[in-house]
C-alpha cells in the first residue's frame, strides 16, 4: 500500500477512486435504485408512522399501514390518469386527421425541397412498418419482460418500505457505532437533518405538483385545449424530473393544441401558460412550499441531473437531488469535508430573501 501511494499522487488516487464507486453504481443500478427510492419513501412517511407509535399502535402494524397508504395514494393517482386517458380517447379521431394532415404537408415539403414524391416516401414508410411488423413478437416479449420485471421491483420496493420504517432503531444504532463516542452526537444531528431533508423535499414536492395540476389546469382551460384536465396532471407530476420534465410535459401539450387545429395561436398561448407557471413557480412555490431545504447551487443541480441520468437512468433524475442535498447535509457536519459542502451550496448561507418572497411570507405569518 505504500508503494501504491509513492507511486501515485493523491489526485490520481482520487480519480481512480470516483471512477471506481460511479462504476459501481452503473452497474449495480437494477439493484440500489429501489432501496434508494425506497429510504426516501421511508423517510418521508416517518412522521405519520411516528405519530401512529404514539397512539399506541405497533411499529410493525405502523408500518403496513404505511405501505398500504403509498399504495392508496399510487393507485388513485393511477386512477386520476386512466380517467383522463379514457376522455382523451374520445378525440383520437380528430387528432388522427390532424396529424395525417401535418404528415401531407410535411411530406410536400419534402417533395418540393428535396425530390422525394409521395409515393416513394409512403414505400419508405410502408418498408419502415413491414420491418417492424415481423419483429412483433419480440416487442411482445420485451414488453412481458419489462412488465414483469417493474412488477417485481415494485414489490421488492414495498418490502424495502415495510422493512426500513419498522427496523429503523437497528439502522440508528448500526450507524451509531461506527463513529467514536465523542462525535455520536454528531452523528445523530446528522441522521436527524438528512432525514429532515429527504421528509421536506419529497412532501415539499408533492404540494408544489398539486399546485402545478391546479394552475396549469386553469391556464390550459382558458386556452381552450381539449383535455386541459389530462395535460395539467402530465406537466405538474413531471415536474419530479426537474428542467426535463416540465418541456417535456409542455411540449406533449403544444402537440396536443396542434393536433387539435388550434394553429398558431394556441400554441403561443400555451406557452405563454408554461411561462407564467413557472415563474408562479420559481418565485413564490419553490421558496414557499419547498423552501431552502435542499440548498444547492444551480449549476451542481444541472451537474448532478445530467450524472444521475448517465448513471441511472430516469431513476437516477429523480433521486439526484435529494440524495445530494443529504450530502451535503453530511459534509456540512465533517470538518474536512465541509468546503465541499460550501462548493455545492448556494454560497452565502445567511443571504437575504427575495423581496417578493419576503413580501409573501409575511402575509402568510400574519
Known sequence: MNKVNELLPRSVQTLLLLFLIFGGLYFSASFLIPVALAGILAMLFLPFSRWMEKKGVN????????????????????????????????NLEQIE????KYLGQAQAFVSDRFGVSRQQQNQMLKKQGSSGAGSAATYVAGFAAGLLSSLTTTVLLLIYIFLLINS??????????????????NAKL??????????????????MIFCLWIMYG?????VGVNNAIFFAILCGTLEIIPFVGNLTG????????????????????VLVTYGLVQFIQSYILQPLVVGKDV?????????????????????GMVLSIPLLGMLKIIFDHIEPLKPYGYLIGNGDEEKKEKPLTGKIKSWFKS
Open 97 to 100: 386527421q390532424q396529424f395525417n
Open 295 to 315: 440548498d444547492v447551487s444551480p449549476l451542481f443541480t444541472i451537474m448532478v441531473l445530467v450524472l444521475g441520468e448517465a448513471v441511472w437512468g430516469i431513476g
Open 250 to 269: 409542455t411540449g406533449l401539450t403544444v402537440l396536443m393544441a396542434l393536433a387539435q387545429g388550434g394553429g398558431s395561436s394556441m400554441v403561443i398561448s
Open 190 to 207: 446528522i441522521i436527524s437533518e438528512t432525514t429532515e431533508v429527504a421528509q421536506n423535499y419529497v412532501s415539499g414536492l408533492a404540494k
Open 59 to 90: 411499529r410493525t402494524v405502523g408500518a403496513v399501514i404505511c405501505v398500504l397508504a403509498l399504495i392508496a395514494i399510487v393507485a388513485g393517482f393511477l386512477f386520476l390518469i386512466s380517467w383522463r386517458v379514457s376522455n382523451l380517447q374520445a
Open 218 to 222: 386553469i391556464g390550459f382551460s382558458i
Open 168 to 185: 429503523r432503531a437497528h439502522f440508528k444504532k448500526f450507524i451509531l457505532k461506527l463513529v467514536k463516542t465523542e462525535d455520536q452526537d
